[in-house]
Nanobody
Framework: QVQLVESGGGLVQPGGSLRLSCAFSGFTLAYYSIAWFRQAPGKEREGVSCISSSDGTTNYADSVKGRFTISREYDKNTVYLQMNSLKPEDTAVYYC?????????????WGQGTQVTVSS
């Protein structure tokens, strides 16, 4: 059974940093690309970043490029999202998901999410 559990969210001041973790079970990184997406109240879901299963290629939304970094640790079955220079507009619930289309945005399973609030 595929399971993903996000953690690491919290309240941070503008300009601060957080590292989100996505611990998963029921599959291996070799077969699934992993994406992070976020959803803020009243806004559409936004894909944030993805790391490809095939070669580890990463991509980022323009809104986070240069500030966020996605990475993975095979031996810990974990994918991370390092978020630096956070802005109030980054406030959202963040989810990690399996991407069934090789980072094409076709999300399969996702976790319960972790809240990120950027505020002074």
């Amino acid at each position: 059974q595929v399971q993903l559990v996000e953690s690491g969210g919290g309240l941070v001041q503008p300009g601060g940093s957080l590292r989100l973790s996505c611990a998963f079970s029921g599959f291996t990184l070799a077969y699934y690309s992993i994406a992070w997406f976020r959803q803020a109240p009243g806004k559409e879901r936004e894909g944030v970043s993805c790391i490809s299963s095939s070669d580890g290629t990463t991509n980022y939304a323009d809104s986070v490029k240069g500030r966020f970094t996605i990475s993975r640790e095979y031996d810990k079955n974990t994918v991370y999202l390092q978020m630096n220079s956070l802005k109030p507009e980054d406030t959202a619930v963040y989810y990690c998901a399996t991407d069934l289309s090789g980072c094409g945005g076709a999300f399969g399973a996702w976790g319960q999410g972790t809240q990120v609030t950027v505020s002074s």
